[in-house]
């Protein structure tokens, strides 16, 4: 049976000094997902291939907003006699800069230190918590907290999550998604494209719409928060490019969208520069679309789909992330 340690506390103030012990970084939630995916599920991190369940679930759990709420998280395929942390964490952890200051936005007091037993299983019960909860959930940072603001949720940061971590290691292994009852859902996203067409097709410019995701990120804003962790395309994480169907047939486009970033303090990321701590810098658009010939109709509509990777179900189709907009076609007697 899997060991609890009992130095229970010190392993946690040493969690608090290690750089990135609880790994969430590029490859944490993206990391087996694909464009028709179903909601993402609790995984293991490359390269580890262990299998969690959190409260008999590998999808996601629910948790309380007042309350604690108990969470046994039972694993196999853990690395065997390894000293683990059980943590609870924000997301902006996945995409803070630097990546040295993860573990400033996870709860370690509520983290559960437990040693895996000779073949690599474990289990470990902690106590899943919310801001303003009793107990309320507490990070170093205080812009962390569970369950995420809806700024964070629109840029993307859906969920907070509880991760396994190795410390010897400084790596995650697993991790399973927290669904709390007052979770914020995530704005539509925009689509922008500049430049015309003509019946035979051309090329066009995509953004997000004008003033949809500004910096830092509010409450109000529409950004594209379909794999917000990995950006898209991301072949090293699994995540595929994103789609742009023309009356159901896919055009060909050079979109991309950026991963969001969470600007710390001495934060190295250039989308930081010049920015104040605190700062959370949304996910943009970018790219072509190349559309090809074109019907009689004056206004086309154009779609694109990008992958999702949270636990939010898609607006659009095969669980994808859908932005729609129209684009102008001129013709001899037409001009935009």
Known sequence: MPRRSHCHGSVLRRARAVTGALALGVGLLGATAVLAAPPASAIPIPPSTSSCTYNGSPVAFGASN??????????????????????????????????????????????????????????????????????????????????????????????????????????????????????????????????????????????????????????????????????????????????????????????????????FKSATAPACAGLPVGTLVGPHLSGTITLPRLGPVLHQEVVALEPNTTPVPGNGPSNTVRAVTFVCVTSPTHTC
């Open 66 to 263: 007042t309350t604690g709420t108990p969470v046994t998280v039972v694993c196999t395929g853990l690395p065997a006699n390894t000293l683990l942390i059980v943590a609870q964490t924000s997301p902006l952890a996945g995409v803070i800069s630097p990546s040295s200051a993860a573990t400033s936005e996870a709860d370690l007091t509520t983290g559960t230190a437990v040693t895996t037993d000779a073949s690599g299983n474990l289990t470990a019960t902690i106590t899943v918590t919310a801001t303003g909860g009793s107990p309320s959930f507490s990070a170093l940072d205080k812009k962390a907290v569970c369950p995420p603001t809806q700024a964070q949720v629109n840029a993307g940061l859906t969920n907070c999550v509880v991760t396994v971590a190795d410390l010897s290691t400084t790596t995650g292994l697993n991790f399973g998604n927290i669904i709390y009852g007052t979770q914020p859902t995530p704005h539509r996203p925009t689509l922008a494209l500049t430049g015309s067409v003509s019946r035979s097709g051309g090329t066009v410019t995509a953004s997000d719409k004008a003033g949809a995701c500004p910096t830092p990120v509010k409450a109000k804003s529409r950004c594209w928060w379909g794999a917000a962790l990995t950006g898209a395309p991301n072949p090293g994480a699994g995540v595929p490019g994103l789609i742009t169907p023309i009356h159901s047939v896919p055009a060909s486009n050079t979109l991309a969208v950026s991963s969001p970033v969470y600007c």
